[in-house]
Nanobody, 118 residues
């Protein structure tokens, strides 16, 4: 069973930065696509950023140029660097592991709260 543990959330002012981390247990991290999703109150969960096994990335339009996803296979960890945070970035952020990028074996973390407020 894969476990994903997120950390790094918190309260930040608009324009500030946070870095989220997600550590995965087990030995399938390097062969899995990793993603960050978020869910704001009353809204559906949405993809924020995704990184494939080869390092290719894609981002939601709303975060392009502000957020950066990266991975460290040696540490079984994926990161989300969030800069120039806006009020609308407030949400619970979830880490996602997709074994082989297939979409059929997917695991989720418990979520970490990010609140952007003045």
């Amino acid at each position: 069973q894969v476990q994903l543990v997120e950390s790094g959330g918190g309260l930040v002012q608009p324009g500030g930065s946070l870095r989220l981390s997600c550590a995965a247990s087990g030995n399938i991290f390097s062969i899995s696509a990793m993603g960050w999703y978020r869910q704001a109150p009353g809204k559906q969960r949405e993809l924020v950023a995704r990184i494939g096994t080869g390092g290719g990335t894609n981002y939601a339009v709303s975060v392009q140029g502000r957020f950066t996803i990266s991975r460290d296979n040696a540490k079984n960890t994926v990161y989300l660097q969030m800069n120039s945070l806006k009020f609308e970035d407030t949400a619970v952020y979830y880490c996602n592991l997709d074994l082989r990028g297939s979409g059929t074996n997917v695991y989720w973390g418990q979520g970490t709260q990010v609140t952007v407020s003045s």
